[in-house]
């Protein structure tokens, strides 16, 4: 038997997830032709990535340590080896980030030396950057700083595109649009006044670091809801969803002979939380900005709230996110466009949650006065003398000689350089949404050269982000790795005539604008923190009770379709 070769483009944690679930489904599959697995990495080591490779003590993990493991379904793997380590931390749910970083590399290692006694031989070609994909007839072409090589199937996983946003500041003096840049905060003189766009999780880290790199200057958060993120409850019990379910879903899109409408999704949505919250909640009572709570307030009000006990609006929340891509594939592109531009930062703001320990941190930052959060921003321009100016909503203006994008990971493929070429090159296509287009079922890329999805190509975490949504927590990139691991064992580790390859291409063909009807996973085992409830997915019509709510719904909604939350 021909020895198959699997190219993996990206050596971070969606990489070790996906090498552990290759052989475990090689195993269990009881397959015998020949794999070898190549890794290119461009950074040093296989496993971190650029999310767990900082080593700084101040990045902690945004989920608890219980429910971080590469593998879908898996939980306290991770703590466990924690607790083989005298240097980690016992007492916290959320230590910091670089342990798990170094959990990956451990299992990055051990998967190499154990997958050999199955016929499979993991290589990892770190400082190795890939610089373009080659589709020739029956095999995959890399070109890489380490020389060119032929395999058979490739898996696009190179975590965080670059900001899209302010990219034209790129090379002006005192403008950084990496926060994650080596070495950046060493650049600061410690006295200076500095500005962060964004005020979400990235920002937030920012000014972790600033405050740990013993910042002593005005640091100030600018973005244009002004709002931080909400804080996790200390425990957040299951939640058996009675509206967001498997019938409902089916009844509202005719068993998927059409699409879920945006309005349709709204009044499900807030018919779940109601029913969770024993109240009426309306889009109107949603923070959307700092007009209706200041910064300041929000902390202390999200940190009251997670102190006290479980928030049911935040059970539903996590109860639903599983979910979320295969929701998100039954809406048409017009409402996915919708969602998007007037809907994201707010969704954004109740999911992306952050934890009590950093919450505390910033409200003593904000105490203090050295921090600052500013909504209401609407344009920044570079000025000779003053650096950048911040233009505000009330006509007022901030200025400062520096300024960081921290506005997160981008979505536009045409600014990285090696997807550019890619598109150019028709090998791949650019998703309307962002990101590159994929099958959300088998992840395969769509390739307007072949027409179709491509059979021997995938793409896996922020990359798949318009075609999924739901593409940057650990569980989702297992759930995502696990899909590939399992379409590549049961249809690749064959060897396949060229008629067979055309049959197999034209069987899974997929139009970029074509609707299907997605399957519905269920969630995964959150451990102790976060616990699965067996029923979440229960086939219940929605009760007459959430009329009145649907109803309100449908009017705020008609009446002015952006303040939906």
């Known amino acids: 038997m021909n020895t198959i070769k699997l190219f993996v483009i990206g050596g971070g944690p969606a990489a070790v997830s996906i090498c552990l679930q290759v052989v475990k489904e090689y195993q269990e599959h009881k397959l015998t032709q020949p794999l070898e697995i190549i890794i290119f990495e461009k950074g040093p080591l296989v496993g971190p990535g650029l999310p767990y490779s900082k080593p700084d003590d101040c990045y902690i993990l945004n989920l608890p340590k219980d429910i971080m493991e590469p593998v879908y379904g898996m939980t306290g793997s991770f703590t466990a080896w924690l607790k083989t380590r005298p240097d980690a931390p016992q007492d916290t749910a959320f230590p910091p980030r670089h342990f798990f970083g170094k959990y990956l590399h451990f299992l ?29 007839k029956n095999s995959i072409k890399v070109f890489t700083s380490q020389g060119d090589e032929i395999g058979d199937y490739l898996v696009f996983c190179t975590g965080h595109m670059p900001s899209s946003a302010y990219k034209h500041f790129i090379g002006k003096k005192g403008y950084f649009h990496n926060p994650w840049e080596d070495k950046l905060y060493e650049k600061f003189d410690v006295d200076s006044d500095i500005i ?103 902390l202390e009000q999200q940190i009251e709230l997670a102190e006290a006990g479980p928030k049911p609006w935040q059970q539903v929340l996590f109860a639903a996110y599983p979910m979320v891509p295969n929701i998100w594939a039954m809406l048409n592109m017009e409402d996915k466009k919708i969602f998007i531009q007037q809907y994201k930062s707010s969704f954004l703001t109740y999911l ?44 007022t203006s901030l200025s400062s000689q520096i300024l960081i994008n921290a506005t997160g990971p981008g979505y536009d493929p045409t600014s990285d350089l090696f997807y550019k070429r890619m598109i150019e090159n028709k090998l791949l296509e650019k998703h309307e949404a962002g990101g590159i287009n994929v099958d959300p079922k088998t992840l395969q890329v769509f390739s307007p050269r072949l027409g179709q999805s491509h059979p021997r190509i995938f793409g896996v975490g922020e990359i798949t982000w318009g075609a999924c949504l739901a593409t940057t927590d650990m569980s989702r990139v297992a759930l995502q790795s696990g899909r590939v691991a399992l379409t590549f064992v049961r249809n690749c580790l064959k060897p396949r005539e060229p008629k067979q390859e055309k049959l197999f291409a034209r069987e899974n063909k997929q139009v970029s604008t074509s609707f299907r009807k997605p399957s519905i996973m269920l969630p995964p085992s959150y451990g102790a923190f976060f616990k699965r409830s067996g029923g979440s997915l229960l086939r219940k019509s929605l009760p007459v009770a959430a009329a009145t709510t649907a109803s309100m719904v449908a009017k705020e909604f008609s009446r002015n379709r952006g303040r939906l939350p």
């Open 108 to 136: 990055a290692e051990k998967i190499k030396t154990t997958a050999v006694s199955s016929g499979i031989s993991i290589q990892y070609r770190t400082n190795c950057e890939v610089w373009n994909v080659e589709n020739q």
């Open 196 to 298: 962060i766009i964004g005020s979400r999780l990235t920002a937030i880290d920012t000014v972790r670091k600033l405050f740990a790199s013993g910042h002593r200057g005005k640091i100030t958060m600018v973005s244009r809801s002004g709002i931080l993120p909400t804080v996790l409850s200390k425990e957040i019990p299951p939640y058996t969803l009675k509206h967001l379910t498997l019938i409902n879903f089916d009844q509202l899109t005719q068993s998927g002979l059409r699409s879920l409408s945006l309005l349709d999704l709204a009044k499900l949505c807030f018919a779940e939380i109601n029913e969770a919250e024993g109240k009426a909640l309306l889009p109107d009572h949603v923070i959307r900005s700092y007009k209706e709570l200041s910064p300041e307030a929000w």
């Open 352 to 395: 992306a949650a952050f934890p009590l320990e950093n919450a505390y941190k910033l409200r003593e930052h904000f105490a203090s006065g050295q921090l600052k959060c500013l909504g209401g921003l609407i344009d920044i321009v570079a000025d000779k003398e003053k650096g950048f100016v911040i233009h505000f909503e009330d006509k």
